[in-house]
Protein backbone atom coordinates (compact mmCIF):
# COMPACT_ATOMS: atom_id res chain seq x y z
CA UNK A 1 0.00 0.00 0.00
CA UNK A 2 1.14 3.28 -0.65
CA UNK A 3 -0.23 7.08 0.46
CA UNK A 4 -2.42 7.01 -2.59
CA UNK A 5 -4.30 3.81 -2.29
CA UNK A 6 -4.78 4.85 1.91
CA UNK A 7 -6.35 8.30 -0.05
CA UNK A 8 -8.50 6.34 -2.79
CA UNK A 9 -10.03 3.98 0.24
CA UNK A 10 -10.82 6.88 2.29
CA UNK A 11 -12.60 8.15 -0.67
CA UNK A 12 -10.21 11.02 -1.45
CA UNK A 13 -8.48 10.03 -4.62
CA UNK A 14 -4.92 11.40 -5.24
CA UNK A 15 -5.45 13.42 -8.48
CA UNK A 16 -1.47 14.26 -8.73
CA UNK A 17 1.38 11.84 -7.10
CA UNK A 18 4.67 13.08 -7.15
CA UNK A 19 8.13 11.65 -6.14
CA UNK A 20 11.35 11.76 -6.64
CA UNK A 21 11.95 8.54 -4.30
CA UNK A 22 9.25 6.05 -4.00
CA UNK A 23 6.40 5.01 -5.53
CA UNK A 24 2.87 5.68 -4.13
CA UNK A 25 0.44 3.40 -4.84
CA UNK A 26 1.44 -0.13 -3.87
CA UNK A 27 1.43 -1.57 -7.64
CA UNK A 28 3.09 1.35 -9.10
CA UNK A 29 5.77 0.23 -11.97
CA UNK A 30 6.03 3.14 -14.23
CA UNK A 31 8.45 6.12 -14.24
CA UNK A 32 8.96 8.22 -10.85
CA UNK A 33 11.14 11.05 -12.38
CA UNK A 34 13.64 11.52 -15.52
CA UNK A 35 16.73 12.90 -15.57
CA UNK A 36 18.97 14.69 -18.61
CA UNK A 37 22.87 14.47 -18.31
CA UNK A 38 24.74 16.97 -19.73
CA UNK A 39 27.54 15.28 -21.66
CA UNK A 40 25.07 15.03 -24.53
CA UNK A 41 21.90 15.62 -23.41
CA UNK A 42 20.01 12.10 -23.44
CA UNK A 43 17.40 11.22 -20.80
CA UNK A 44 16.73 8.45 -18.76
CA UNK A 45 13.34 7.91 -16.84
CA UNK A 46 13.80 6.44 -13.00
CA UNK A 47 11.83 3.96 -12.11
CA UNK A 48 11.01 2.09 -8.74
CA UNK A 49 13.06 -1.09 -8.11
CA UNK A 50 9.79 -3.10 -7.54
CA UNK A 51 5.98 -2.01 -7.53
CA UNK A 52 5.64 0.35 -4.84
CA UNK A 53 8.94 1.03 -4.50
CA UNK A 54 12.28 2.96 -3.61
CA UNK A 55 13.79 4.63 -6.59
CA UNK A 56 16.33 3.20 -8.34
CA UNK A 57 18.85 5.58 -7.61
CA UNK A 58 21.50 3.43 -9.21
CA UNK A 59 20.09 3.79 -12.79
CA UNK A 60 20.60 7.91 -12.34
CA UNK A 61 23.71 7.12 -10.86
CA UNK A 62 25.38 4.92 -13.86
CA UNK A 63 23.33 7.03 -16.56
CA UNK A 64 25.09 10.65 -14.97
CA UNK A 65 28.43 9.02 -13.89
CA UNK A 66 31.29 11.70 -14.84
CA UNK A 67 28.71 14.45 -16.03
CA UNK A 68 25.79 16.19 -14.18
CA UNK A 69 22.45 15.54 -14.39
CA UNK A 70 19.10 17.98 -14.12
CA UNK A 71 15.55 16.36 -13.04
CA UNK A 72 13.29 17.34 -16.06
CA UNK A 73 10.26 15.72 -15.59
CA UNK A 74 8.75 14.39 -12.04
CA UNK A 75 6.07 11.80 -13.36
CA UNK A 76 2.24 12.06 -12.27
CA UNK A 77 1.20 8.46 -10.32
CA UNK A 78 -2.19 9.11 -10.44
CA UNK A 79 -3.02 7.90 -13.89
CA UNK A 80 -3.59 11.79 -15.10
CA UNK A 81 -0.38 12.70 -16.48
CA UNK A 82 -0.21 15.44 -13.91
CA UNK A 83 3.62 15.60 -14.03
CA UNK A 84 6.00 18.61 -13.29
CA UNK A 85 8.08 20.40 -15.98
CA UNK A 86 10.59 23.23 -16.34
CA UNK A 87 8.41 26.22 -15.16
CA UNK A 88 7.55 28.65 -17.69
CA UNK A 89 7.99 32.64 -17.21
CA UNK A 90 4.59 34.17 -15.40
CA UNK A 91 4.25 37.31 -13.41
CA UNK A 92 8.03 37.02 -12.90
CA UNK A 93 11.21 35.81 -15.09
CA UNK A 94 13.23 32.39 -14.09
CA UNK A 95 16.76 33.17 -15.07
CA UNK A 96 16.83 29.71 -17.60
CA UNK A 97 16.44 30.39 -21.30
CA UNK A 98 13.25 32.34 -22.51
CA UNK A 99 12.62 33.26 -18.45
CA UNK A 100 12.08 29.67 -17.28
CA UNK A 101 12.85 28.41 -14.37
CA UNK A 102 15.83 26.14 -13.52
CA UNK A 103 15.43 22.79 -13.48
CA UNK A 104 16.98 21.04 -9.90
CA UNK A 105 20.22 19.08 -9.77
CA UNK A 106 19.56 15.54 -10.05
CA UNK A 107 22.10 14.55 -7.06
CA UNK A 108 21.81 17.72 -4.68
CA UNK A 109 19.38 15.97 -2.08
CA UNK A 110 20.73 12.68 -1.31
CA UNK A 111 19.11 10.45 1.04
CA UNK A 112 18.01 6.57 1.88
CA UNK A 113 14.14 5.26 2.10
CA UNK A 114 13.76 2.41 3.53
CA UNK A 115 17.93 1.55 3.65
CA UNK A 116 17.68 2.45 -0.29
CA UNK A 117 19.34 5.09 -1.88
CA UNK A 118 17.30 7.95 -3.45
CA UNK A 119 17.24 11.63 -4.38
CA UNK A 120 14.84 14.50 -3.67
CA UNK A 121 14.50 17.94 -5.71
CA UNK A 122 16.76 20.49 -4.48
CA UNK A 123 15.63 23.90 -5.44
CA UNK A 124 17.95 26.42 -5.03
CA UNK A 125 16.36 29.67 -5.47
CA UNK A 126 15.35 30.13 -9.63
CA UNK A 127 14.21 26.14 -9.90
CA UNK A 128 10.73 25.39 -10.15
CA UNK A 129 8.51 23.11 -11.62
CA UNK A 130 4.78 23.82 -12.72
CA UNK A 131 1.87 22.09 -14.78
CA UNK A 132 -0.35 24.49 -16.09
CA UNK A 133 -2.55 22.15 -18.03
CA UNK A 134 -3.54 20.08 -15.07
CA UNK A 135 -6.70 17.79 -15.05
CA UNK A 136 -8.80 16.81 -11.96
CA UNK A 137 -7.42 19.29 -9.80
CA UNK A 138 -9.98 21.33 -7.67
CA UNK A 139 -11.16 24.59 -9.13
CA UNK A 140 -13.46 27.16 -7.87
CA UNK A 141 -13.92 26.61 -4.23
CA UNK A 142 -13.99 22.55 -4.27
CA UNK A 143 -12.33 20.40 -1.74
CA UNK A 144 -8.85 19.26 -1.68
CA UNK A 145 -6.20 17.86 0.08
CA UNK A 146 -2.33 18.12 0.40
CA UNK A 147 0.88 16.48 1.84
CA UNK A 148 4.67 17.30 0.89
CA UNK A 149 7.20 15.12 2.51
CA UNK A 150 10.58 18.54 2.74
CA UNK A 151 13.57 18.82 4.23
CA UNK A 152 12.57 21.25 7.17
CA UNK A 153 16.06 22.48 7.58
CA UNK A 154 16.29 23.73 4.00
CA UNK A 155 14.74 27.20 3.52
CA UNK A 156 14.49 30.52 3.39
CA UNK A 157 12.00 33.74 3.96
CA UNK A 158 12.02 34.13 -0.07
CA UNK A 159 9.06 33.63 -1.84
CA UNK A 160 7.64 30.92 -1.72
CA UNK A 161 8.40 27.44 -1.58
CA UNK A 162 5.12 26.05 -2.51
CA UNK A 163 3.81 22.63 -3.53
CA UNK A 164 0.44 22.65 -4.83
CA UNK A 165 -2.83 23.93 -6.52
CA UNK A 166 -1.91 27.54 -8.54
CA UNK A 167 -3.00 29.84 -11.03
CA UNK A 168 -2.73 28.51 -14.91
CA UNK A 169 -1.26 31.46 -16.20
CA UNK A 170 1.32 31.82 -13.89
CA UNK A 171 0.45 35.00 -12.70
CA UNK A 172 -1.10 36.50 -10.10
CA UNK A 173 -4.79 36.78 -10.60
CA UNK A 174 -5.99 37.85 -7.01
CA UNK A 175 -6.74 36.39 -3.53
CA UNK A 176 -7.48 32.70 -3.39
CA UNK A 177 -6.55 31.75 -6.69
CA UNK A 178 -4.19 29.58 -5.13
CA UNK A 179 -4.04 26.95 -2.32
CA UNK A 180 -0.87 25.47 -1.88
CA UNK A 181 1.48 24.00 0.75
CA UNK A 182 3.83 26.78 1.44
CA UNK A 183 7.07 25.81 3.40
CA UNK A 184 9.71 28.53 4.85
CA UNK A 185 10.12 31.51 7.51
CA UNK A 186 9.29 34.29 5.43
CA UNK A 187 7.49 36.75 7.12
CA UNK A 188 5.90 38.84 4.36
CA UNK A 189 2.85 37.82 5.05
CA UNK A 190 1.87 35.62 8.22
CA UNK A 191 3.90 33.99 10.51
CA UNK A 192 3.58 31.46 13.90
CA UNK A 193 5.40 30.89 16.69
CA UNK A 194 8.91 31.76 17.40
CA UNK A 195 11.31 32.79 14.25
CA UNK A 196 9.97 30.14 12.31
CA UNK A 197 10.00 28.14 9.69
CA UNK A 198 6.73 27.83 9.46
CA UNK A 199 4.27 25.52 7.25
CA UNK A 200 1.52 27.98 5.87
CA UNK A 201 -1.17 28.06 3.45
CA UNK A 202 -0.61 30.05 0.08
CA UNK A 203 -3.55 31.28 -1.00
CA UNK A 204 -2.16 33.95 -3.33
CA UNK A 205 -1.46 37.47 -1.87
CA UNK A 206 -0.87 35.72 1.07
CA UNK A 207 0.80 32.96 2.99
CA UNK A 208 -1.61 32.08 5.91
CA UNK A 209 -0.68 30.57 9.17
CA UNK A 210 -4.81 30.34 10.77
CA UNK A 211 -7.15 32.77 10.56
CA UNK A 212 -5.87 35.96 10.96
CA UNK A 213 -3.54 37.45 8.47
CA UNK A 214 -0.51 38.03 9.95
CA UNK A 215 0.56 35.85 13.52
CA UNK A 216 -1.35 33.01 14.61
CA UNK A 217 0.02 31.67 17.58
CA UNK A 218 -1.09 28.14 17.19
CA UNK A 219 1.02 27.69 14.16
CA UNK A 220 4.60 26.49 15.39
CA UNK A 221 8.20 27.05 14.28
CA UNK A 222 9.07 22.97 12.71
CA UNK A 223 11.89 21.93 11.32
CA UNK A 224 12.69 17.61 11.52
CA UNK A 225 14.70 16.98 9.00
CA UNK A 226 11.90 15.28 7.21
CA UNK A 227 8.80 17.33 7.41
CA UNK A 228 5.28 16.33 6.98
CA UNK A 229 3.42 18.98 5.62
CA UNK A 230 -0.40 19.24 4.82
CA UNK A 231 -2.38 21.72 3.96
CA UNK A 232 -6.44 21.03 2.63
CA UNK A 233 -8.87 23.15 1.61
CA UNK A 234 -13.02 23.17 1.06
CA UNK A 235 -16.01 25.56 1.37
CA UNK A 236 -14.76 27.82 4.16
CA UNK A 237 -12.94 25.31 5.68
CA UNK A 238 -9.39 24.74 5.51
CA UNK A 239 -6.56 23.41 8.10
CA UNK A 240 -2.51 22.96 8.26
CA UNK A 241 -1.20 20.33 9.75
CA UNK A 242 2.18 18.66 10.17
CA UNK A 243 4.75 16.46 11.62
CA UNK A 244 7.89 14.47 11.40
CA UNK A 245 7.90 12.02 8.66
CA UNK A 246 10.21 10.13 10.60
CA UNK A 247 8.09 8.64 13.42
CA UNK A 248 4.91 9.71 15.26
CA UNK A 249 1.64 11.33 14.03
CA UNK A 250 0.96 14.83 12.40
CA UNK A 251 -0.71 17.62 14.91
CA UNK A 252 -3.40 20.12 13.48
CA UNK A 253 -2.14 23.74 13.73
CA UNK A 254 -4.86 25.22 12.39
CA UNK A 255 -8.19 23.99 11.50
CA UNK A 256 -11.07 26.40 11.24
CA UNK A 257 -13.09 28.84 8.98
CA UNK A 258 -11.24 30.94 5.86
CA UNK A 259 -8.89 33.87 6.53
CA UNK A 260 -10.92 36.94 7.97
CA UNK A 261 -9.33 38.92 4.77
CA UNK A 262 -11.54 39.81 2.14
CA UNK A 263 -11.24 37.18 -1.15
CA UNK A 264 -10.45 33.75 0.60
CA UNK A 265 -13.98 32.97 0.48
CA UNK A 266 -15.17 31.09 -1.48
CA UNK A 267 -11.82 30.20 -3.14
CA UNK A 268 -10.81 30.76 -6.62
CA UNK A 269 -8.71 27.89 -7.39
CA UNK A 270 -7.78 27.41 -10.83
CA UNK A 271 -5.96 23.51 -10.90
CA UNK A 272 -2.76 24.08 -11.99
CA UNK A 273 0.00 22.22 -9.93
CA UNK A 274 3.47 24.09 -8.73
CA UNK A 275 6.81 22.96 -7.31
CA UNK A 276 9.21 25.26 -5.31
CA UNK A 277 7.87 28.85 -6.62
CA UNK A 278 5.19 31.30 -5.63
CA UNK A 279 1.59 31.63 -8.17
CA UNK A 280 3.12 33.92 -9.91
CA UNK A 281 6.69 32.29 -10.81
CA UNK A 282 8.04 34.32 -7.58
CA UNK A 283 11.53 32.05 -7.68
CA UNK A 284 13.64 33.71 -4.20
CA UNK A 285 12.64 30.72 -2.31
CA UNK A 286 14.82 26.94 -1.59
CA UNK A 287 13.35 23.76 -0.50
CA UNK A 288 14.08 20.23 -0.81
CA UNK A 289 10.77 18.13 -2.01
CA UNK A 290 10.90 14.14 -1.56
CA UNK A 291 7.06 13.47 -2.28
CA UNK A 292 3.83 15.09 -2.40
CA UNK A 293 -0.07 14.40 -3.80
CA UNK A 294 -3.11 16.42 -4.31
CA UNK A 295 -5.84 14.64 -3.75
CA UNK A 296 -9.97 15.35 -5.13
CA UNK A 297 -11.66 16.17 -2.51
CA UNK A 298 -11.21 16.99 1.70
CA UNK A 299 -9.49 14.43 3.23
CA UNK A 300 -10.44 12.88 6.61
CA UNK A 301 -7.91 13.58 9.51
CA UNK A 302 -7.75 9.60 10.13
CA UNK A 303 -6.85 9.34 5.96
CA UNK A 304 -4.02 11.63 6.86
CA UNK A 305 -3.08 9.91 10.36
CA UNK A 306 -3.36 6.68 7.98
CA UNK A 307 -0.84 8.68 5.37
CA UNK A 308 1.38 9.67 7.88
CA UNK A 309 1.81 6.08 9.50
CA UNK A 310 2.57 5.02 6.03
CA UNK A 311 5.54 7.40 5.39
CA UNK A 312 6.99 6.67 9.04
CA UNK A 313 7.14 3.28 7.63
CA UNK A 314 9.19 4.11 4.45
CA UNK A 315 11.90 4.73 6.42
CA UNK A 316 13.66 8.29 4.91
CA UNK A 317 17.19 8.97 6.69
CA UNK A 318 19.53 10.97 5.45
CA UNK A 319 22.35 8.94 3.68
CA UNK A 320 24.98 10.25 6.63
CA UNK A 321 23.43 7.35 8.90
CA UNK A 322 26.87 5.31 9.55
CA UNK A 323 29.28 7.58 9.03
CA UNK A 324 29.96 7.89 12.62
CA UNK A 325 29.03 11.38 13.60
CA UNK A 326 26.88 10.21 16.66
CA UNK A 327 26.30 13.06 19.33
CA UNK A 328 28.56 12.12 22.22
CA UNK A 329 31.50 10.78 20.14
CA UNK A 330 34.99 12.77 19.38
CA UNK A 331 36.02 12.92 15.84
CA UNK A 332 38.58 14.12 13.81
CA UNK A 333 38.07 15.60 10.69
CA UNK A 334 40.28 14.91 7.60
CA UNK A 335 40.06 16.11 4.53
CA UNK A 336 40.02 13.48 1.47
CA UNK A 337 41.24 16.49 -1.65
CA UNK A 338 44.07 14.43 -3.41
CA UNK A 339 47.36 15.59 -1.78
CA UNK A 340 45.85 17.14 1.51
CA UNK A 341 44.72 13.68 2.95
CA UNK A 342 46.74 14.37 6.04
CA UNK A 343 45.19 17.61 7.00
CA UNK A 344 42.29 18.01 9.54
CA UNK A 345 39.93 20.78 10.75
CA UNK A 346 41.68 22.34 13.64
CA UNK A 347 41.59 25.42 15.21
CA UNK A 348 44.57 27.95 16.00
CA UNK A 349 42.95 30.46 18.56
CA UNK A 350 39.62 31.53 17.26
CA UNK A 351 40.83 31.10 13.74
CA UNK A 352 39.84 27.37 12.21
CA UNK A 353 42.45 26.10 9.69
CA UNK A 354 43.26 23.09 7.77
CA UNK A 355 46.48 21.72 9.50
CA UNK A 356 48.55 18.51 8.83
CA UNK A 357 48.07 16.40 11.98
CA UNK A 358 50.46 13.28 12.61
CA UNK A 359 51.17 11.16 15.12
CA UNK A 360 54.39 13.09 16.01
CA UNK A 361 52.09 16.12 16.61
CA UNK A 362 52.02 18.01 19.90
CA UNK A 363 49.20 16.95 22.79
CA UNK A 364 48.05 20.52 22.02
CA UNK A 365 47.95 20.10 18.18
CA UNK A 366 46.11 16.89 18.46
CA UNK A 367 43.29 18.63 20.78
CA UNK A 368 43.13 21.26 18.55
CA UNK A 369 42.18 18.74 15.61
CA UNK A 370 39.76 16.97 17.77
CA UNK A 371 35.89 17.23 18.24
CA UNK A 372 32.88 16.13 20.63
CA UNK A 373 29.98 15.59 18.49
CA UNK A 374 27.05 17.40 20.00
CA UNK A 375 23.73 17.29 18.74
CA UNK A 376 22.84 20.19 16.69
CA UNK A 377 22.60 23.63 19.18
CA UNK A 378 19.90 24.95 15.98
CA UNK A 379 18.83 21.89 14.76
CA UNK A 380 18.52 18.39 16.68
CA UNK A 381 18.64 16.56 13.39
CA UNK A 382 21.83 18.26 12.31
CA UNK A 383 25.22 18.03 14.51
CA UNK A 384 27.68 20.61 16.10
CA UNK A 385 31.57 20.26 16.92
CA UNK A 386 32.21 21.20 20.08
CA UNK A 387 36.48 21.94 20.81
CA UNK A 388 38.06 18.77 22.54
CA UNK A 389 40.70 21.11 23.80
CA UNK A 390 38.05 24.04 24.93
CA UNK A 391 34.82 22.79 25.86
CA UNK A 392 32.13 24.89 25.21
CA UNK A 393 33.83 26.59 22.23
CA UNK A 394 32.13 25.70 19.32
CA UNK A 395 32.54 25.38 15.01
CA UNK A 396 30.58 28.64 13.80
CA UNK A 397 30.80 30.80 10.81
CA UNK A 398 30.92 34.27 10.07
CA UNK A 399 30.84 36.31 7.22
CA UNK A 400 31.32 32.62 5.63
CA UNK A 401 34.65 31.93 7.84
CA UNK A 402 34.50 29.69 10.42
CA UNK A 403 36.22 30.58 13.55
CA UNK A 404 36.19 28.89 17.11
CA UNK A 405 34.03 30.65 20.09
CA UNK A 406 32.19 30.24 22.93
CA UNK A 407 28.43 29.54 22.92
CA UNK A 408 26.84 32.97 23.54
CA UNK A 409 23.42 31.55 23.91
CA UNK A 410 22.10 33.21 21.13
CA UNK A 411 19.39 31.87 18.17
CA UNK A 412 22.02 33.08 15.60
CA UNK A 413 25.06 31.44 17.68
CA UNK A 414 23.01 27.98 17.06
CA UNK A 415 21.88 28.57 13.59
CA UNK A 416 26.04 29.60 12.63
CA UNK A 417 27.62 26.37 14.81
CA UNK A 418 25.37 24.02 13.52
CA UNK A 419 25.79 21.57 10.41
CA UNK A 420 23.32 18.98 8.95
CA UNK A 421 25.84 15.89 7.73
CA UNK A 422 25.13 14.66 4.20
CA UNK A 423 26.86 11.73 2.41
CA UNK A 424 30.19 13.18 0.75
CA UNK A 425 29.96 15.03 -2.36
CA UNK A 426 33.04 13.30 -3.68
CA UNK A 427 31.55 10.35 -2.22
CA UNK A 428 34.14 9.84 0.40
CA UNK A 429 33.37 10.19 3.87
CA UNK A 430 31.02 13.22 4.80
CA UNK A 431 29.73 16.81 3.49
CA UNK A 432 28.72 19.28 6.35
CA UNK A 433 25.97 21.52 5.14
CA UNK A 434 25.51 24.98 6.73
CA UNK A 435 21.79 24.96 8.65
CA UNK A 436 21.23 28.45 7.94
CA UNK A 437 23.17 29.43 4.26
CA UNK A 438 21.80 25.89 3.15
CA UNK A 439 24.35 26.34 -0.39
CA UNK A 440 27.26 26.32 1.65
CA UNK A 441 29.55 23.34 3.01
CA UNK A 442 32.00 23.06 5.03
CA UNK A 443 35.37 23.55 2.80
CA UNK A 444 38.98 24.16 3.05
CA UNK A 445 40.32 26.23 0.90
CA UNK A 446 44.39 27.60 1.44
CA UNK A 447 44.66 26.31 4.50
CA UNK A 448 41.58 28.20 5.84
CA UNK A 449 37.92 26.52 6.88
CA UNK A 450 34.92 28.19 5.20
CA UNK A 451 31.28 28.13 4.62
CA UNK A 452 31.45 27.76 0.69
CA UNK A 453 29.11 27.79 -2.16
CA UNK A 454 30.25 25.69 -5.77
CA UNK A 455 31.09 28.45 -7.63
CA UNK A 456 29.63 31.48 -5.82
CA UNK A 457 31.56 34.79 -5.97
CA UNK A 458 33.99 34.49 -3.20
CA UNK A 459 36.94 33.17 -3.73
CA UNK A 460 36.60 30.05 -1.67
CA UNK A 461 34.02 29.52 -3.27
CA UNK A 462 35.74 28.25 -6.47
CA UNK A 463 34.38 25.13 -8.18
CA UNK A 464 37.74 23.90 -8.58
CA UNK A 465 37.78 20.65 -6.44
CA UNK A 466 34.68 21.87 -4.71
CA UNK A 467 33.13 18.06 -4.12
CA UNK A 468 36.78 16.93 -2.72
CA UNK A 469 37.02 19.88 -0.64
CA UNK A 470 33.81 19.64 1.03
CA UNK A 471 34.25 16.19 1.84
CA UNK A 472 35.46 14.86 4.81
CA UNK A 473 36.19 11.48 6.62
CA UNK A 474 34.92 10.75 10.12
CA UNK A 475 38.14 9.50 11.96
CA UNK A 476 39.05 8.92 15.16
CA UNK A 477 40.10 11.38 17.26
CA UNK A 478 43.13 12.30 17.56
CA UNK A 479 43.10 13.30 21.49
CA UNK A 480 40.22 11.73 22.86
O1 LIG B 1 0.81 34.56 -1.71
C1 LIG B 1 2.16 34.79 -1.68
C2 LIG B 1 2.71 35.04 -3.06
O2 LIG B 1 2.25 36.29 -3.53
C3 LIG B 1 2.30 34.12 -4.16
O3 LIG B 1 2.95 32.87 -4.15
C4 LIG B 1 2.69 34.91 -5.35
O4 LIG B 1 1.92 34.58 -6.48
C5 LIG B 1 2.48 36.35 -4.93
O5 LIG B 1 3.64 37.08 -5.14
Redesign the pocket.
Known amino acids: QGPCDIYAAGGTPCVAAHSTTRALYGAYTGPLYQVRRASDNTTRDIAPLAAGGVANAATQDTFCAGTTCLITVIYDQSGRNNRLTQAPPG ?1 FQGPAAGGYDNLANATAAPITVGGHKAYGVYVAPGTGYRNNNATGTATGDQPEGMYAILDGTHYNGG ?2 F ?1 YGNAERNSR ?1 NGNGT ?1 EAIYFGNSKT ?1 GYGAGNGPWIMA ?6 FSGVNQRYNANDPSISHRFLTAIVKGGPNRWAIRGGNAQSGGVSTFYDGVRPNVAGYNPMKKEGAIILGI ?3 N ?1 IGARGTFYEGVMTSGYPSDATENAVQANITAAGYATSSAGTGLTPGTSVSLRATTPGYTDRYVHHTGSTVDSVVVGSGSSATEKGNASWTVRTGLGSGSCVSFESKNVPGQYLRHQNYRMYLQANDGSALFAQDATFCPEAGRNGQGVSLRSLNFADRYVRHYDNVVYIAANGGSNTFDNANAYSDDVSWLVSSPWAS
Open positions: GCCDDMWDLENGLGGDS
